[in-house]
T-cell receptor, first 116, second 115 residues
């Protein structure tokens, strides 16, 4: 079974500081994709960033970057220069390759709270 | 913009009622999903559909069924609602590209309370 683990149920960060949200995954597949989604209090899921298992470079999207360590099976999200609007739930997710269809498996989430 | 619309934001139902949660997407996506979200457990997949009338069980299908009669609409059915089905339900859709980087688009969620 595929499993995504987010060990930080909740985190605080000071505005303008950087924060790392942890994600580890367990899969025997060689080909897979990793996603991070943000869920504000309004409830919608917002796609943030993607990393493919064969990508050699860490993904970056604006203030978001993904610290991908394949051997450790970790895909941590780094948010630089935190803003108050970053306060939300954050979910790590994995899509498996080839015969596994299009299903996304999610972790338990981390609630990030940005302090002014 | 892709739009995934869930028919209700909030629902309160009685134990034993048959409950229908409706989801419609407007981007001609082949894949549609129903997830359930509970604190500390993240999103868990209930059912997945990759085509009209086609469905696959996810991780927690017990107590649920689904219907996909038209490509744009995917319904989640609770045959006899129970209090342990009180949760947030999220619908999602994605195109069938065969690519790993295909993102899923989510609806606003339906918060269901079974009393």
């Amino acid at each position: 079974a595929q499993k995504i683990t987010q060990t930080q149920p909740g985190m605080f960060v000071q505005e303008k500081e950087a924060v790392t949200l942890d994600c580890t995954y367990d899969t025997s597949d060689q080909s897979y994709g990793l996603f991070w989604y943000k869920q504000p209090s309004s409830g919608e899921m917002i796609f943030l960033i993607y990393q493919g298992s064969y990508d050699e470079q860490n993904a970056t999207e604006g203030r978001y970057s993904l610290n991908f360590q394949k051997a450790r099976k970790s895909a941590n999200l780094v948010i630089s220069a935190s803003q108050l609007g970053d306060s939300a739930m954050y979910f790590c997710a994995m899509r498996r390759g080839r015969n596994a269809g299009n299903m996304l498996t999610f972790g338990g989430g981390t609630r990030l709270m940005v302090k002014p | 913009d892709v739009k995934v619309t869930q028919s209700s934001r909030y629902l309160v139902k009685r134990t034993g009622e048959k409950v229908f949660l409706e989801c419609v997407q407007d981007m001609d996506h082949e894949n549609m999903f129903w997830y359930r979200q509970d604190p500390g457990l993240g999103l868990r997949l209930i059912y997945f559909s990759y085509d009209v009338k086609m469905k696959e069980k996810g991780d927690i299908p017990e107590g649920y069924s689904v219907s996909r009669e038209k490509k744009e609409r995917f319904s989640l059915i609770l045959e006899s609602a129970s209090t342990n089905q009180t949760s947030m339900y999220l619908c999602a859709s994605s195109p069938q590209t065969g690519l790993l980087n295909t993102e899923a688009f989510f609806g606003q969620g339906t918060r269901l309370t079974v009393v």
